[in-house]
C-alpha cells in the first residue's frame, strides 16, 4: 500500500496579493493598506469592502450608493428560501445550508453586489427556521451588519453589538492565500463564474482547520463552563491528544493580532450589556490554556489565534 503525505502549500508561491499582507513572525496583519487594528475596529463592513475592490477607501458619495446597492437586492429568491426550509426541517448543519443556498443564488446572476448582500440572509434565515421562527425580511435602512442583527433578533440592535459584528467581520475580510482563499483562486482561474467560487470556498471554509474551528473553541469554552474546572479540563484534554481549538496557527508564530482586536470588542460589547460573566470564563480559560501548553509543549509557540 502506497501511503501520500499530504504536505500543503507550505514554502510554496502560488499566487501574489496587495489584498492583505501577513507577518507570522511579527504578528502582523495589514488589510488594504491599514493595520488590522486600525481598519477592523473603526471602518463599517461597507468601508472594507469598498477598500478591497478598489484600492481605495470610498468617498462620501460612493459608500452612499454602494450602500444604497446593497440594500436593495438583500431579498433572496423563493426557491433558496425554500430549500434553506427543507434543509431546516432536516436539521441540516448550517454550513451545509449555507453551502447549498448560496448555489441556488445562480438564479438571480453572478453579482458581486448581490452575493454580499444575500448571504446574510440566507444566515438570519436559517437560523430562524432551525429554532422554528418565521425569517424576518432585511431592513431597508439599516447597514449590513446591523441588519444581520435585525434579521436574526427581529428588533434594531445596540450600537455596541453592531460596532462588534463590524469589527468581526472586517477583522476576518482578508487573510492573504488562505484554504478558502486559494479554493475560490483556483476556481476562478478556470474561467468559471463566482457563484461556484465561492461555493468551493465555502467548502473549504466549513473544515475544522479552517473556519470551523471558532465553534468548537466556543463549545470548549462551555463545556468547562467555570473558570475553576479550567485546568482539570484542559489537562485531560491535553494527555488525551486532543488538539486546542483556537490556538496554534500555520503562520503565526506569535498571538494573533486579530486575537487583540477582538478581545477588544467583546470586552467593549460585554461592559455594555452589564454581564461579563462568559467573557471572564473565556479570558480565564485562554490564560490557563496558554499556561498548560507551554508547560506540556515547550517552545512549540502555540499562542491564541483568532
Request: with cysteine.
Amino acid at each position: 500500500m502506497i501511503r501520500e503525505r499530504l504536505e500543503g502549500l507550505e514554502g510554496v508561491v502560488a499566487a501574489t496579493t496587495a489584498l492583505s499582507d501577513v507577518d507570522g513572525e511579527r504578528g502582523e496583519l495589514v488589510i488594504g493598506g491599514f493595520p488590522v487594528g486600525e481598519l477592523a475596529e473603526h471602518a463599517t463592513f461597507e468601508e472594507a469592502t469598498w477598500l478591497l475592490w478598489h484600492g481605495e477607501r470610498p468617498s462620501t458619495d460612493e459608500l452612499r450608493t454602494f450602500r444604497r446597492e446593497l440594500q436593495a437586492v438583500r431579498s433572496i429568491p423563493d426557491a433558496t428560501m425554500a430549500l434553506l426550509t427543507d434543509g431546516a426541517a432536516r436539521q441540516l448543519d448550517a454550513m451545509d445550508a449555507l453551502r447549498m443556498a448560496v448555489g441556488s443564488l445562480s438564479l438571480e446572476g453572478d453579482d458581486p453586489i448581490g452575493l454580499v448582500a444575500r448571504v446574510p440572509t440566507i444566515v438570519a434565515s436559517y437560523h430562524r427556521l432551525r429554532q422554528g421562527l418565521t425569517p424576518i425580511d432585511p431592513h431597508a435602512d439599516l447597514g449590513h451588519a446591523a441588519n444581520v442583527l435585525f434579521m436574526v433578533d427581529g428588533c434594531l440592535p445596540e450600537a455596541e453589538r453592531v460596532r462588534a459584528l463590524e469589527t468581526y467581520l472586517n477583522t476576518v475580510i482578508d487573510h492573504g492565500l488562505n484554504a478558502s482563499t486559494f479554493t475560490a483562486r483556483v476556481i476562478t482561474s478556470t474561467g468559471s463564474d463566482l457563484v461556484s467560487a465561492v461555493v468551493g470556498a465555502l467548502g473549504a471554509l466549513k473544515g475544522p482547520l479552517h473556519g470551523g474551528a471558532p465553534g468548537p473553541a466556543l463549545d470548549m469554552v462551555f463545556e468547562i463552563g467555570d473558570a475553576s474546572r479550567a485546568e482539570s479540563v484542559l489537562r485531560r484534554k491535553i494527555e488525551a491528544g486532543e488538539r486546542l481549538m483556537g490556538f496554534g496557527h500555520r503562520v503565526y508564530k506569535v498571538r494573533d493580532p486579530r486575537a487583540d482586536v477582538l478581545a477588544r470588542a467583546a470586552e467593549r460589547m460585554f461592559t455594555r450589556w452589564g454581564d461579563m460573566s462568559l467573557y471572564v470564563l473565556a479570558r480565564s480559560v485562554e490564560a490557563e490554556a496558554l499556561r498548560l501548553l507551554e508547560e506540556y509543549k515547550p517552545g512549540r509557540r502555540l499562542q491564541t489565534n483568532v
